[in-house]
């Protein structure tokens, strides 16, 4: 079973309108969270990274929460472009002597904004 | 700035042939390396990452291979490619374990 569950698998979303992406996790111990857009074809590009610490961080009109007790996060995305168009991958992190920046990934919900 | 390449870009190889994809990353000093494969709707998949120079470790047993000749370079490669390699393959460097990977621009295997 994936430890990085995302949904909803797909979303369609009008130009303009915002959206939220959902990342539950069963990783253990937790490092860190991060969120990546991939445009189709192309390598992930990262949009936020998040320790424990952490429960909020922005990047212009994309903000990600982080809910490390109940091991959930989330990508809102305000005012939609048709740029923002892409695959969106939940990437966490585990702490362990091993892990060597090993990451698990979820296997992303992909976005299309539509004129 | 740091950069990363990877090259080619796209490749189509017949069943049976090798493979050899090539990574490099400019800017920076010892990094870690990492090979990810992406199938058709599916999530990246560590492939193999390396801490240093002729320094692998390899996540999943395949018929795939990695190589860090230099610091900066790494090596991908296949003897013999089956129908099952086919994907997108990314290369990403990070400084440390707990910091952010930055991946290339990937390489499209179509094997045929």
């Known amino acids: 079973k994936n430890q990085v569950e995302q949904s909803p698998q797909s979303l369609i979303i009008l130009e303009g309108k915002n959206c939220t992406l959902q990342?539950?996790?069963?990783?253990?111990?937790?490092?860190?969270l991060r969120w990546y857009k991939q445009d189709t074809g192309r390598g992930p590009v990262s949009l936020t990274i998040?320790?424990?610490?952490?429960n909020t961080k922005s990047n212009g009109r994309y903000t990600a929460t982080l809910d490390a007790d109940t091991k959930q996060s989330s990508l809102h995305i305000t005012a939609s472009q048709l740029s923002d168009s892409a695959s969106y991958i939940c990437?966490?992190?585990?702490?362990?002597?091993?892990?060597?920046?090993?990451?698990?990934f979820g296997a992303g919900t992909q976005v299309v904004v539509t004129p | 700035s740091q950069t990363i390449h990877q090259w080619p870009a796209t490749l189509v190889q017949p069943v049976g042939s090798p493979l050899s994809l090539e990574c490099t990353v400019e800017?920076?000093?010892?990094?870690?390396l990492y090979w990810y494969r992406q199938a058709a709707g599916r999530g990246l998949q560590l492939l193999f990452y390396?801490?240093?120079?002729?320094?692998i470790s390899s996540e999943v047993p395949q018929n795939l291979s990695a190589s860090r000749p230099q610091d900066r370079q790494f090596i991908l490669s296949s003897k013999k490619l089956l129908l099952s390699d086919s994907g997108f393959y990314l290369c990403?460097?990070?400084?440390?374990?707990?910091?952010?990977?930055?991946f290339g621009p990937g390489t499209r295997l179509t094997v045929t």
């Open positions: 800017g920076t000093s010892n990094p870690n």
């Open positions: 998040m320790t424990f610490s952490e």
């Open positions: 990342c539950n996790y069963t990783v253990s111990p937790f490092s860190n």
């Open positions: 990403a460097w990070s400084r440390d374990r707990a910091y952010e990977q930055y």
């Open positions: 390396s801490v240093g120079i002729g320094q």
């Open positions: 990437v966490v992190s585990a702490m362990t002597t091993d892990s060597w920046g090993k990451l698990q």
